[in-house]
T-cell receptor
Framework: DTGVSQDPRHKITKRGQNVTFRCDPI?????LYWYRQTLGQGPEFLTY????????KSRLLSDRFSAERPKGSFSTLEIQRTEQGDSAMYLC?????????????FGNGTRLTVT | GNSVTQMEGPVTLSEEAFLTINCTYT??????LFWYVQYPGEGLQLLLK?????DKGSNKGFEATYRKETTSFHLEKGSVQVSDSAVYFC????????FGAGTRLTVKP
């Protein structure tokens, strides 16, 4: 169990550029989640996958955001035409099964700074 | 909708003091409840959990009891240490996990 891995750890980009983040969940975890966390706030749910199917998306996930998990393993989160308000820590988490009592295992996050 | 409200911080305590961080929830259905901790420079880690009413979760001297009648899951520790300084998040999980805003705890020697 190597834990949830996220890449990159930090990303600085200029407003209007596109960025893509990658998450590798714990192997054999079938659920994968994306959250966003801003300073002084708790993580806000963005979306989650069960295997390759995207089952739920938050209204926070505007049309500039897209997430994929094409083979049910790693996932990518893309933000197009970044805005300064997108600056945040983007967290990925995975869980071993879809039951409601499963804790989520979090990665260390990707910190995005939009200048 | 499902949501969690937790005590605003920051909380500053002296070593060996008693800690309570309040957490209440609103949920449709029967959520599982969690406390996560985020130490400086680290990712979120599960601290403890409870999956049904009257369950008590415990770990590292921390405890929380799932109280359905008061929709609460307050975090307690009898004697805090400097190493407990961190941000604590209450969370509930039904289809996805929803977090409170976090409570920053600082323990002074």
């Amino acid at each position: 169990d190597t834990g949830v891995s996220q890449d990159p750890r930090h990303k600085i980009t200029k407003r209007g550029q596109n960025v893509t983040f990658r998450c590798d969940p714990i192997s054999e975890h079938n659920r994968l989640y994306w959250y966003r966390q801003t300073l002084g706030q708790g993580p806000e749910f963005l979306t989650y996958f069960q295997n390759e199917a995207q089952l739920e998306k938050s209204r926070l996930l505007s049309d500039r955001f897209s997430a994929e998990r094409p083979k049910g393993s790693f996932s990518t989160l893309e933000i197009q035409r970044t805005e300064q308000g997108d600056s945040a820590m983007y967290l990925c988490a995975s869980s071993p099964r879809g039951e409601y009592n499963s804790p989520l295992h979090f990665g260390n996050g990707t910190r995005l700074t939009v200048t | 909708g499902n949501s969690v409200t937790q005590m605003e911080g920051p909380v500053t305590l002296s070593e060996e003091a008693f800690l309570t961080i309040n957490c209440t929830y609103t949920a449709t259905g029967y959520p599982s409840l969690f406390w996560y901790v985020q130490y400086p420079g680290e990712g979120l880690q599960l601290l403890l959990k409870a999956t049904k009413a009257d369950d008590k979760g415990s770990n590292k001297g921390f405890e929380a009891t799932y109280r359905k009648e008061t929709t609460s899951f307050h975090l307690e520790k009898g004697s805090v240490q400097v190493s407990d300084s961190a941000v604590y998040f209450c969370a509930l999980h039904i289809t996805d996990m929803r977090f409170g805003a976090g409570t920053r705890l600082t323990v002074k020697p």
